[in-house]
Structure formats: C-alpha cells, structure tokens
C-alpha cells in the first residue's frame, strides 16, 4: 500500500457513514494529500468508486484483505 496522509478506520460502520466520515475528514486535507480509509461494509467497493467519480477526487487503489477494505483517495 502507498504511503498515506491520514487513516480514518471506519470499521463496523455502514453505508452511507464511511463515506460521510471521509468526505469529512478530506474537506480538511489539503489538495495532493492522500486519505486511506479501512471499511468492512461490502458496499462501500461501488460506494467509494462512485464518491471519488462523483467528486473529482482520484480512487488510488481499491483492495480487500483479512475482511477489509482499504482504500486510497487522492484529494483533488
């Protein structure tokens, strides 16, 4: 995995709170920094894509692993 700026575990949360939570917490992240987001809600796969396409912001990588979904989102 890339190095990161900031984590942000939204672990036992469902949709559509690890979205709201990242929204959030990249609106007080500068441009060019990079969030990574550990979710467990299936979900939040199609979920994150559509937010970064939604929003300008680039979905960097995309994975599961031990039940987990990582995520890395560039702020535009």
Request: charged share 25%.
């Given at each position: 995995m890339a190095d990161?700026?900031?984590?942000?575990?939204?672990?036992?949360?469902?949709?559509?709170?690890p979205i709201l939570r990242?929204?959030?917490?990249?609106?007080?992240?500068?441009?060019?920094?990079?969030l990574h987001v550990i979710?467990?809600?299936?979900?939040?796969v199609k979920d994150f894509d559509a937010f970064a396409k939604q929003t300008g912001n680039e979905l960097?990588?995309?994975?599961?692993?031990g039940g987990k979904f990582h995520f890395l989102i560039k702020k535009s």
């Amino acid at each position: 995995m890339a190095d990161f700026d900031q984590e942000l575990d939204a672990s036992g949360l469902n949709c559509p709170l690890p979205i709201l939570r990242a929204k959030k917490t990249l609106n007080a992240m500068s441009s060019g920094q990079v969030l990574h987001v550990i979710a467990t809600d299936p979900g939040s796969v199609k979920d994150f894509d559509a937010f970064a396409k939604q929003t300008g912001n680039e979905l960097m990588e995309s994975k599961e692993e031990g039940g987990k979904f990582h995520f890395l989102i560039k702020k535009s």
